[in-house]
């Protein structure tokens, strides 16, 4: 298992892999993690995000604070 700590000032950045069907996402700075989704994955990614913020009783924010 890798445990990542996203506070809100990580430095998040997406790349899309067009070619790939992908995006790539950079969690961090000098070495960053990388979280790869597929197409088909990103709306299951985003449906937990959502299901995160409703357990704790936080709106889900499109585009930052």
């Known amino acids: 298992m890798v445990r990542l700590h996203v ?4 430095p998040i950045r997406v ?4 070619f ?4 790539e996402f950079r969690l961090g700075n000098a070495f960053p ?3 790869v989704v597929d197409r088909d994955a ?3 990614l985003a449906q937990a ?3 995160g ?3 704790l009783g ?3 924010q499109v585009g930052g604070a």
Not at 7 to 10: I, K
Not at 15 to 18: A, D, I, S
Request: aromatic share 0%.
């Open 7 to 10: 506070t809100a000032d990580l």
């Open 15 to 18: 790349e899309p892999l067009v």
């Open 20 to 23: 790939a069907g992908r995006v």
């Open 33 to 35: 993690a990388v979280l």
């Open 42 to 44: 990103l709306p299951r």
């Open 49 to 51: 995000i959502a299901e």
């Open 53 to 55: 913020q409703a357990a």
């Open 58 to 60: 936080t709106p889900p």
